[in-house]
């Protein structure tokens, strides 16, 4: 009887080690695992949205910035887009562009031919596209006008399909 008992013993500490080795084996490996991240939702970006900035009305002319973007999905990870930003008066310098763009995990990246130093980067969600402009000359960069920034918080206003045009030429 003790002689099973004994057997008992050593099986059981035997299967015991063996697990508390496969768990250290487990451990290491999911160490080096990436975080499960949750999948990004997919926003269709489709719309127009307005800069939401503070702007003044003074004598007919408009002080501050104003802006419109407009977007057209083309396939889940192409659209087409019309920018335009305006610093307003006095000088109303501004900028404009259309172009096809890459979009994934609802994000888009331009970096203009004419400007390589440039990249704007536009976060959409749900209700709003967030730009933000990084460049090396910050007189004339990204191809706009004297000082003129895209960065802000452009307000979804319609999810309608809009015309695709340069904003600027009205073409």
């Given amino acids: 009887m003790q002689e099973v008992t004994t057997q008992i013993i050593n099986r059981t500490y035997f299967h ?37 900035s503070d702007t003044k009305k003074k004598d007919g002319d408009i002080y501050g910035y104003f802006g419109t973007v407009k977007v057209k999905l083309l396939q889940n990870s192409r659209i087409a887009m019309s920018f335009y ?4 008066a006095p000088s109303y310098n ?14 888009v990246i331009r970096i203009p031919e004419d ?13 709003e596209i967030t730009v ?3 460049q090396k000359d910050l007189n004339f ?6 000082g ?16 695709i045009e340069d904003q600027l030429l009205g073409q």
């Fill in 16 to 52: 015991t080690q063996r697990v508390i080795i496969l768990i250290s084996i487990l451990i290491f490996f999911l160490q080096g695992m990436p975080p499960n991240r949750p999948k990004e939702i997919f926003i269709n970006p489709t719309g127009t949205y307005d800069l939401k």
């Fill in 85 to 88: 930003i305006c610093k307003g």
């Fill in 94 to 107: 501004s900028g404009s562009f259309v172009d096809t763009l890459n979009y994934h995990d609802n994000k």
């Fill in 115 to 127: 400007d390589p130093s440039c990249k704007l980067v536009f976060t959409f969600s749900k209700k």
């Fill in 132 to 134: 933000v402009q990084q």
């Fill in 141 to 146: 960069g990204c191809g706009f006008g004297h």
């Fill in 148 to 163: 003129v920034f895209a960065d802000g918080s452009y307000k979804k206003i319609s999810s309608k399909i809009p015309l």
